[in-house]
């Protein structure tokens, strides 16, 4: 009576079907692991075929080859938003136009747009969105923005840097006061100089410069 191997030295079907369907998107050192046992638990009467393993070996290098290039992908998509921040943050120190629309709470009422000014302070990637922030402290998207005024590129707190070492004459009250500009600050829009004694002035209270 001829030896034959019992069913329990087998890799169970229910196994290996476990294992391959509990994920939907199967690892290379996954599919490796499943080829292995295959390879360990197989029937020594009736092993894989040549054209099986290299089918199987065909089917590793494919997905070997798939994991690779959404590696590159990933980087590729990396490079990419590296690349848009770069050219976003040209906007830094210009003047743009903004429009924004407002849904009313009336929805027979027409949304209300309103229309302002700024020169962008910052720029700042939040996931897949851009976030433009103006000096008043105004916070738009990229699609809000309708128009650049380049002017000569320098934003009113680079023009007012160029006050730094010269001395300006202000009003406190009504008395004349003077001070020699050693930094310019801006909060709120609002462009401010400060002086060697340490007083903070804003600019549109200079009345003379030297």
């Known amino acids: 009576m001829p030896n034959t191997i019992g069913s329990d030295y087998f890799l169970p079907t229910e196994t290996v079907k476990r294992q391959t369907t509990s994920n939907d998107s199967l690892g ?16 020594p009467l009736s092993p894989m075929d040549d054209k099986e393993f290299i089918g199987q070996m065909a089917t590793f ?3 070997e080859q798939l994991t690779n290039m959404n590696q590159t992908l990933e980087k590729f998509v990396e490079s990419a938003s590296q690349a848009n921040l770069i ?26 747009i309103i229309e302002g000014k ?3 302070s910052s720029v700042q990637f939040l996931g897949d969105s ?31 840097s160029h006050l730094i070492g010269k001395k300006v004459l202000w009003m406190d009250g009504e008395q004349e006061k003077s001070g020699t500009v050693k930094s310019v600050t801006t909060k709120g829009g609002i462009i401010s100089v400060i002086l060697d004694d340490g007083s903070v002035v804003e600019s549109k209270k200079l009345t003379k410069i030297e």
């Open 28 to 43: 290379k050192d996954a599919f490796l692991k499943i080829l292995f046992a295959q390879l360990q638990n197989q029937d």
């Open 61 to 63: 290098s494919s997905l």
């Open 87 to 112: 050219a976003f943050s040209e906007f830094v120190g210009k003047e743009v136009t903004w429009h924004e629309m407002i849904e009313s709470d009336d929805p027979l009422k027409d949304p209300e």
């Open 118 to 120: 700024g020169v962008v």
């Open 130 to 160: 851009v976030k433009i922030t103006l000096e008043d402290g105004k916070e738009l998207a990229p699609a809000n923005i309708s128009e650049i005024h380049h002017g000569n590129g320098e934003s009113p707190l680079v023009k007012a």
